[in-house]
């Protein structure tokens, strides 16, 4: 079975301080996973994919599978990254495009 | 180039009646996903079609259907509505089905009542 956790519900940081947003998978096969990121009163967007290993945003995320983690990171928080963020799993052979998501981490950054 | 456009975007209905959502992929993309999205269980896959044909399906009930017509556009159908099937209602548009970045539309928000 496909399954993502996002732990935090909610993480609040200090304008500079790291970002880290954890997304744990489980998934048998060969997963592909994805950061969307949703900010306030827009659609929902691709933040980056694992595959094409970017920063985008400053973020950044790798993936661990022996820890079957993806966490999203950013090194200085910025107020305009304030959003929910979501972690996606999808197994393209079995599944085409099918996402899996998470939870969702509202990510709040204070001035 | 215009985005994955949904239509209508709110609308209230009365438990038992149906409703058709719409959606309109970015222009070139064949493949279209709905999903569910609800305060408790977050977003979940309804379905996914490409070329017109489904190519995968969530676990939701057989009140949830689908189609795609050859223009690429898709439609989605909930008959005899609950009010757990209040929702906001999201359709994505990809180039193909082989993992290509999804795009999102806005959203169809309905309110059962």
């Known amino acids: 079975a496909q399954r993502v956790t996002q732990p935090e519900k909610l993480l609040s940081v200090f304008k500079g301080a790291p970002v880290e947003l954890k997304c744990n998978y489980s998934?048998?096969?060969?997963?592909?996973l994805f950061w969307y990121v949703q900010y306030s009163r827009q659609r929902l967007q691709l933040l980056l994919r694992h595959i094409s290993r970017e920063s985008i945003k400053g973020f950044t995320a790798d993936l661990n599978k022996g820890e079957t983690s993806f966490h999203l990171k950013k090194p200085f928080a910025q107020e305009e990254d304030s959003a929910m963020y979501y972690c996606?799993?999808?197994?393209?052979?079995?599944?085409?495009?099918?996402?899996?998501f998470g939870a969702g981490t509202i990510l709040r950054v204070k001035s | 180039k215009a985005g994955v456009t949904q239509t209508p975007r709110y609308l209230i209905k009365t438990r038992g009646q149906q409703v058709t959502l719409s959606c309109s992929p970015i222009s070139g993309h064949r493949s279209v996903s709905w999903y569910q999205q609800t305060p408790g269980q977050g977003l979940q896959f309804l379905f996914e079609?490409?070329?017109?044909?489904?190519?995968n399906k969530g676990n939701f009930p057989g009140r949830f259907s689908g189609r795609q017509f050859s223009n690429s556009r898709s439609e989605m159908n909930v008959s005899t509505l609950e009010l757990g099937d209040s929702a906001l209602y999201l359709c994505a548009s990809s180039w193909d089905s082989s993992g290509n970045t999804i795009y999102f539309g806005e959203g169809s928000w309905l309110t059962v009542v």
């Open positions: 998934y048998s096969g060969s997963p592909e």
């Open positions: 996606a799993l999808s197994g393209l052979r079995e599944y085409g495009n099918k996402l899996v």
């Open positions: 079609y490409f070329s017109e044909t489904q190519r």
